[in-house]
Structures are given as structure tokens and as C-alpha cells.
């Protein structure tokens, strides 16, 4: 059973911290902190998955964005899209895409999320 945090409170640990080591699977802040996006539940044939980019190091966080949920257009299932900016001011330093599948014919879920040390924070789910 996975633990699941508020999405307020994710926010909350990302302010005022700097971004000083990246990939598509990953962030890393000055405090050691390491941000991840995982599918946090799912079942069949239902997947979630994200990547970050457009990742600007050194910058101070002063903002992160609350997920912008769009359906994709799917003939046979229910696909979701999220998008995710963190600021620095006004400016994006970072952006997070994160993809749920509802599998074969859209009779399954999946949930994805960043997670924190074992702590998942739902950014899109798909039903």
C-alpha cells in the first residue's frame, strides 16, 4: 500500500530551494532532496510514467504550478496528460509531463505521482 501526501504539501517542500542536478527521470535539490515521478498504482494493463525538461539549474523555486489535466483523444481507452511548471518569479525553470493510461479498452486505472521519499503525491490518474 502505497503513502500518499497532500499535493499542497509537496509544493510546500520544493519552495525556496535550488535545482543543482537533473535528468528526465529525476530532480535533485540543494538539500538532497530527490524528486521522482513513478506510477503509484495501476492495474492490467493500465501504466502511468512522466520526464522532466526544459530544467534550468541554480535557479530559486519560488513556485510550482498545480497539474494541467488534459484527455488525449484515445479510440480505445482513456489517456490523461499533466503538466507541471516550477518557477522561478515568473519564469519556468522546469517542466514535468506525466502521462496516465487506463489500459485495454479503459476498464483499468493508473495513477502517476512524484514522489519524495516514499511519499507519492497523485499528479493524474486515469479511469
Given at each position: 500500500?502505497?503513502?500518499?501526501?497532500?499535493?499542497?504539501?509537496?509544493?510546500?517542500?520544493?519552495?525556496?530551494?535550488?535545482?543543482?542536478?537533473?535528468?528526465?527521470?529525476?530532480?535533485?535539490?540543494?538539500?538532497?532532496?530527490i524528486i521522482t515521478i513513478?506510477?503509484?498504482?495501476?492495474?492490467?494493463?493500465?501504466?502511468?510514467?512522466?520526464?522532466?525538461?526544459?530544467?534550468?539549474?541554480?535557479?530559486?523555486?519560488?513556485?510550482?504550478?498545480?497539474?494541467?489535466?488534459?484527455?488525449?483523444?484515445?479510440?480505445?481507452?482513456?489517456?490523461?496528460?499533466?503538466?507541471?511548471?516550477?518557477?522561478?518569479?515568473?519564469?519556468?525553470?522546469?517542466?514535468?509531463?506525466?502521462?496516465?493510461?487506463?489500459?485495454?479498452?479503459?476498464?483499468?486505472?493508473?495513477?502517476?505521482?512524484?514522489?519524495?521519499?516514499?511519499?507519492?503525491?497523485k499528479v493524474v490518474e486515469?479511469?
Amino acid at each position: 500500500m502505497r503513502k500518499y501526501g497532500d499535493y499542497e504539501e509537496f509544493k510546500k517542500q520544493l519552495l525556496y530551494k535550488r535545482i543543482v542536478e537533473w535528468d528526465k527521470d529525476k530532480l535533485v535539490l540543494d538539500d538532497g532532496t530527490i524528486i521522482t515521478i513513478e506510477c503509484s498504482d495501476s492495474d492490467c494493463c493500465a501504466y502511468a510514467y512522466g520526464n522532466f525538461k526544459d530544467v534550468k539549474l541554480d535557479a530559486v523555486i519560488t513556485n510550482v504550478s498545480d497539474p494541467i489535466v488534459k484527455n488525449i483523444p484515445d479510440r480505445d481507452t482513456n489517456v490523461n496528460e499533466a503538466v507541471i511548471t516550477i518557477y522561478h518569479n515568473q519564469n519556468p525553470i522546469a517542466l514535468a509531463e506525466c502521462i496516465a493510461n487506463a489500459g485495454n479498452g479503459g476498464y483499468y486505472y493508473s495513477v502517476g505521482s512524484f514522489v519524495i521519499k516514499d511519499i507519492h503525491y497523485k499528479v493524474v490518474e486515469a479511469y
